[in-house]
């Protein structure tokens, strides 16, 4: 099973980063997704997570009407667009799979992790 983020950076606040998770090694298709994040001397923290069919998402109140979240099932990809970032969304980014439904972001409660990808907001 693997779990690839890309799509990390330095970016200014307001600005914009798209994150990718690309995954093999299990169907995909069977799996909700979820995005999850941990900045420094904090725990790790469910940011949005989405249905294994595409018709149901959830997010995080601080980033409620900023990130959008998508999966491509014929690609195996789950992506992050995140808009409007703020320096508190500076942290590592992590992209998870569970057989939960129809998503969670409760940490504990995924199967399988990404080794994440950085995301820093400053000026």
């Known amino acids: 099973v693997q779990l690839v983020e890309s799509g990390g950076g330095l970016v200014q606040p307001g600005g914009s980063l798209r994150l990718s998770c690309v995954t093999s090694?299990?169907?995909?298709?069977?799996?909700?997704m979820g995005w999850f994040r941990q900045a420094p001397g904090k725990e790790r923290e469910g940011v949005s997570c989405i249905a294994s069919s595409d018709d149901y998402t959830y997010y995080e109140d601080s980033v409620k009407g900023r990130f959008t979240i998508s999966r491509d099932n014929a690609k195996n990809t789950v992506y992050l667009q995140m808009n409007n970032l703020k320096p508190e969304d500076t942290a590592v980014y992590y992209c998870?799979?569970?057989?939960?439904?129809?998503?969670?972001?409760?940490?504990?409660?995924?199967?399988?992790w990404g080794q994440g990808t950085q995301v820093t907001v400053s000026s």
């Open positions: 090694g299990f169907t995909f298709g069977a799996y909700p």
């Open positions: 998870a799979a569970s057989l939960i439904r129809p998503c969670t972001i409760v940490a504990d409660l995924n199967d399988y």
